[in-house]
T-cell receptor, first 113, second 115 residues
């Protein structure tokens, strides 16, 4: 059972544009939603995270939008740059217990000049 | 460098051999996680430790897999009688219990290829 669904699988965006990646979750017990960035041959790096008590969180060019009623959250990358080309994973966990992360299947983002 | 480190970075082994991977977490972190990532997929949870205690194992972790974290510091993940299906990236992550951010920091991973 895939508890976190991510789309699109791949995304091509022009430099300077906005990249948008979407995720949906099923388990209403999830209360922590991070996004990770992964370059080839590297481990995932934490980018930004949000909790359900806020609907939006912004850090630099990266923004998470969260819709609790729809059980959806999304990552927006403003002014996308070639250096942003990577695979992005959304994830979810519960803050009680083991806090293990359940990941989406990833989005391969390519920023073209 | 104070991040999570893993060793080796790459391992090629023949089917049926045993392999062992090591993870050194961020020094003050008391939780340590192992995940497995196959090509084109997100990481999947395998097991986790709080200090030296192994508190949960995924059903993905067959009897051929064993993990330890002696003295609550570094951890090892051993795979016995490797199979081609074990080929994957094995990722280690650490976090600090009681840190309200719940942030998990990942190491660079060990890529295992079973021939």
């Amino acid at each position: 059972q895939q508890q976190v669904k991510q789309s699109p699988q791949s995304l091509i965006v022009q430099k300077g544009g906005i990249s948008i990646i979407n995720c949906a979750y099923e388990n209403t017990a999830f209360d922590y939603f991070p996004w990770y960035q992964q370059f080839p041959g590297k481990g995932p790096a934490l980018l930004i995270a949000i909790r359900p008590d806020v609907s939006e969180k912004k850090e630099g060019r990266f923004t998470i939008s969260f819709n609790k009623s729809a059980k959806q959250f999304s990552l927006h990358i403003m002014d996308s740059q070639p250096g942003d080309s990577a695979t992005y994973f959304c994830a979810a966990s519960m803050s009680f217990g083991n806090e293990k992360l359940t990941f989406g299947t990833g989005t391969r983002l390519t920023i073209i000049p | 460098d104070t991040g999570v480190s893993q060793d080796p970075r790459h391992k090629i082994t023949k089917r049926g051999q045993n392999v062992t991977f090591r993870c050194d977490p961020i020094s003050e972190h008391n939780r340590l996680y192992w995940y497995r990532q196959t090509l084109g997929q997100g990481p999947e949870f395998l097991t986790y430790f709080q200090n030296e205690a192994q508190l949960e194992k995924s059903r993905l972790l067959s009897d051929r897999f064993s993990a330890e974290r002696p003295k609550g510091s570094f951890s090892t993940l051993e795979i016995q009688r490797t199979e081609q299906g074990d080929s994957a990236m094995y990722l280690c992550a650490s976090s600090l219990t009681g840190d309200s951010s719940y942030e998990q920091y990942f190491g660079p991973g060990t890529r295992l290829t079973v021939t």
